[in-house]
Structure formats: C-alpha cells, structure tokens
C-alpha cells in the first residue's frame, strides 16, 4: 500500500464542471503540497498546506490533519485545467516529499 | 512562488556521452535542491538531495559515480548523467527548497527531458 493514495486515478470532465480530486495518507505529515504537471512535463506548485483551506483563483484545497486526508477542488472547470494533479507530502520525521501517482484530468470543451 | 529554472529543457545524446543538467533558483537561495527522475505514466522518484557545499545524500539504488551532483552555490545545482545509457532516457526535474518564515517551501524546475540514442 502506498503511502499517498490519489483518487480517481483519471477524471474526465465537461467543461465547467465541479472537480473533487483526493488525496489519503497514512504517516505524519509536517505539510501537503498539491502540483500540477502539464503535458509538456514542468510541475507547477498549486498550494502548500498545513491546516485548513487555501483558495487561489479557481482552485481550492483543504486538509483535514485527523482524517489524514486533503482535496483539490477546480470550479468552474476549463480545457486548460487539463493536467495530472499530484498530491505530495512531507512526513514530520524526514526532509524529502511523498508523492501520489497522480490524477489525470482531461478537462472537454 | 519562486522561479526554478532547468536548462537545457531537452537533450538528446550518443551512447556512452556525459549531460549536464543545471537547476538555478532564480530569485532566491535555495537550503537544500532535490534531483529527481520521472518515467512515463509514473510520479517522480527522488534520486538525491544536495545542499549548498557539501556533498549529495542519494537515494538506495541510485548511483553517485553515474549521476554526479554538483552544489555550487545556493541558486545553482547541477546534475551530471556520465557515459549515458539509453536505459537513462527520462524526464529529469530538481526542485528547490527555501524557508518562508516557519515553513520549508519547496519549488520544482520545468524538468529536462534525456534521450539517449
């Protein structure tokens, strides 16, 4: 079992759609990052988080610590959205970023 | 955010050739850069964490007289792949780590994409 889970692992969506991508893990976490990752490969960070909800522009994330458990909310949804979204998290007892495998959103005009 | 740049974004080389790839913070000092390598359809691996300085600590399996990491200076990282192989063709990112008040920031590269023919 990995550490990060992703879900779903592809999400296809019509264009202004409400998106919900979701993200579990099972250590102890210091902070979660979401990225994204257009086809031509560069990985962009959305948002890190430590507590709470974070919004900036269309996208949303929450976390919630108990559950261990984060979202990624696109609203509004736009061909341009279309991406793999990773969820990355780095553990209170190392340095380094846990990623997800991913989610590959395509997004329809 | 901060600004990771990576060049070359794309390279293609012979057998049995040495690439430079070079990772720079653009507007800020980085603590601590992040070499990472990605295969199609999978996430990213971490191949090794280099501080400003001293030497690289890398990951089990990845070797250090293949993938020599040089860390200059707190905005210029680099990562050499030594007499490639085809079986090193894959999609090379660093990220780079920076302290914004309590909180470690960590930024990503644009990646650079390694065929070896």
């Known amino acids: 079992k990995n550490e990060v889970e992703q879900s779903p692992q592809n999400l296809t969506a019509q264009e202004g759609e409400f998106i919900t991508i979701n993200c579990s893990y099972s250590?102890?976490?210091?902070?979660l990052h979401w990225l994204q990752q257009h086809p031509g490969g560069g990985i962009v960070s959305l948002f890190m988080?430590?507590?709470g909800k974070k919004k900036h522009g269309r996208l949303i994330a929450t976390i919630n610590i108990q559950e261990k458990h984060s979202s990624l909310h696109i609203t509004a949804s736009h061909p341009r959205d279309s991406a793999v979204y990773i969820c990355?998290?780095?553990?209170?007892?190392?340095?380094?970023?846990?990623f997800g495998e991913g989610t590959q959103l395509t997004v329809n005009p | 955010g901060a600004v990771v740049s990576q060049h070359p974004s794309r390279v293609i080389c012979k057998s049995g050739t040495s690439v430079k790839i070079e990772c720079r913070s653009l507007?800020?000092?980085?603590?601590?850069m992040f070499w990472y390598r990605q295969f199609p359809k999978q996430s990213l691996m971490l191949m090794a964490t280099?501080?400003?300085?001293?030497?690289?600590?890398?990951e089990q399996g990845v070797e250090k007289d293949k993938f020599l990491i040089n860390h200059a200076s707190l905005t210029l990282s680099t990562l050499t792949v030594t007499s490639a192989h085809p079986e090193d063709s894959s999609f090379y990112i660093c990220?780079?780590?920076?302290?914004?008040?309590?909180?470690?920031?960590?930024?990503f590269g644009p990646g650079t994409r390694l065929t070896v023919l």
């Open positions: 990220s780079a780590r920076v302290r914004t008040g309590p909180y470690n920031e960590q930024f």
């Open positions: 250590v102890g976490i210091s902070a």
């Open positions: 988080l430590s507590s």
């Open positions: 990355a998290v780095k553990e209170t007892s190392g340095s380094r970023l846990t």
């Open positions: 507007d800020f000092q980085a603590t601590t």
């Open positions: 280099s501080n400003e300085g001293s030497k690289a600590t890398y």
